[in-house]
């Protein structure tokens, strides 16, 4: 729940420094007072409204949010502050940690709820259709619970499958383009280090003659160290070292011309074709190494496209087995839907009544398969359509749809409300009051109101008061309350009778 909350420079509140209760809080006042400022104020510090002040922080007591997600540290049993600060730009900060506004509201979004707009999920068919599910008991969760596993797994094979078919388009394609690739290295069948090997050769080939001639002559230079070593030897000088020197010389010039002889028997074009063959691999794949692995990604690939037709075969057959399936579980849940229909109409026409909302009308189909079963639901309020409906009588049925889940499901969370009971009746605004009270047992609420049925229930009634400059925002205590209802009922001139029928409604 939320704490506490600090505002300074908000428009027409210098300072607010307010802590807030659980359960049901009221705001009320004269109109342009400053109701609306504070709303804005404390839909801010969630990112759901622009800040209209310089500084703000909002402390929250320890609330369910997976804030590692978001890279935040929290632990769950840790209070959280919430700070803005407003200079040539706003800032955000959780816990001292700069966030964005749109991190910040997708953190908190299934904590707070704000209703004002339009856009409600719970209004949305499957959220309906959520609820009717919860009211429902024996083993229709355990069955929702299983089709949803199947479901998600038939979901998963037919995107298997649409990959499949969409390859299998261009297989022809595909096999001949492997199959080209794999024949053109597979021809050449290269060897790593060959094309270094050849390319030396190539160098020794132009070469040969010339390196042959100065070996052979090279060579006949041995021939005259007998001498040279009789000589070394009746002077006296080793002649060992040198010796060896030249012993090692002679064998790699012979080595050397060898090798040059062997070249006679190489054609000189087939080493220059290979090459040039060698080389192409070189250009189009990097390198030889490149060349050999690309090759044996083709033949894996070529393998997998001949084994398409056996693996669409085996998709096939499992998502005909995991629809059978799906079809049997969601027969079961459409069944038990359709038995309890009229109880859940029943549920929601009890609180339309209080609402004075139209009777509703819910209606359960068969169709195609989806998340939670193949049953249809359209709900209206008589023959208007959700969509149709006026903006009060969306956020009444939107109330209904949370209550009944609240009751079925306990949830906490916030949950803000803007003028909910501006221009309604009398008992319209009193079957406001009444459902409000119900889910204050459960979720902390923010409402402003302009009628006395929402304050008499309130857990907290906080007074809105303007001077002639600011405004400033005052918890009432029962004399309090009782003054500000009886306003509320006969204006500015307060009458005895208005002061009576306002301890009454409080119980005082």
């Known amino acids: ?46 990112g759901l409204k622009d800040s209209n002040a310089e500084f703000q922080s909002t402390l929250l007591s320890a609330i369910p949010i997976d804030a590692q997600e978001y890279g935040i540290e929290y632990e769950e049993d840790e209070e959280i502050i919430l700070n803005i600060q407003k200079k040539d730009k706003t800032r955000f900060f959780f816990n001292s940690n700069p966030i964005s506004k749109k991190t910040l509201q997708a953190l908190l979004s299934p904590f707070i709820k ?77 060897k790593v280090g060959e094309y270094e090997e050849l390319l030396g050769l190539k160098k020794n080939l132009s070469k040969k003659e010339k390196l042959t001639g100065l070996i052979l002559e090279a060579l006949q230079c041995f021939n005259s160290f007998g001498s040279i070593q009789q000589a070394l030897n009746a002077l006296d000088l080793d002649s060992q070292g040198l010796e060896n020197e030249l012993s090692d010389a002679q064998a790699k010039l012979e080595s050397e011309l060898e090798k040059l002889q062997s070249l006679e028997e190489m054609d000189p074009e087939e080493i220059l074709d290979r090459i040039s063959s060698l080389s192409d691999l070189n250009n189009r794949y990097g390198s030889i190494e490149n060349a050999l692995s690309h090759l044996q990604k083709e033949r894996l690939k070529l393998e997998e496209y001949n084994n398409l037709d056996f693996n669409k075969t085996a998709l096939q057959e499992k998502q005909k087995s995991l629809k059978q399936e799906c079809l049997a579980l969601g027969q079961n849940l459409h069944e038990n839907r359709l ?87 009398g008992e319209e605004s009193d079957g406001v009051a009444r459902i409000l009270k119900k889910l204050s047992i459960n979720y902390q609420i923010f409402a402003i109101s302009h009628q006395p049925h929402i304050p008499a229930l309130a857990d907290a009634h906080y007074l809105v008061s303007k001077n002639d400059k600011h405004s400033q925002i005052t918890l009432l205590d029962n004399d309090g309350k009782i003054h500000e209802i009886a306003r509320m009922i006969s204006g500015a001139q307060i009458t005895k009778e208005a002061l009576e029928f306002a301890k009454t409604r409080l119980g005082l």
């Open 114 to 190: 704000y209703i004002s707009l339009k856009n409600a999920t719970e209004l949305d068919e499957q959220n309906i259709l959520h609820i009717l599910d919860l009211s429902i008991k024996g083993t229709h969760q355990e069955n929702l619970k299983n089709f949803k596993v199947k479901f998600q797994e038939l979901k998963e094979v037919e995107s298997l499958l649409k990959n499949l078919l969409e390859q299998e388009k261009q297989i022809a394609d595909l096999k001949e383009f492997a199959a080209f690739e794999i024949q053109k290295i597979e021809s050449i069948n290269p």
């Open 339 to 425: 038995k309890h229909q009229k109880e859940f109409e029943d549920k929601i026409n009890a609180f339309c009544s209080s609402l004075k909302l139209k009777s509703p009308i819910l209606s359960i189909k068969d169709g195609e398969l989806k998340n939670d079963g193949y049953s249809h639901l359209n709900l209206s309020l008589a023959n208007t359509q959700i969509p149709n409906l006026s903006t009060g009588e969306y956020n009444r049925l939107r109330l209904i749809m949370m209550c009944l889940e609240s009751e079925l499901s306990p949830k906490t969370g916030v949950l803000i409300l803007d003028e909910i009971d501006a221009n309604l009746s």
């Open 1 to 46: 729940m939320i704490e506490k909350i600090i505002i300074k420079n908000a428009v027409i509140f210098p300072e607010i420094n307010l802590e807030l209760q659980p359960g049901l809080n009221v705001f009320s006042g004269v109109s342009g007072s400053g109701k609306s400022v504070f709303m804005q104020s404390l839909l801010a510090a969630f």
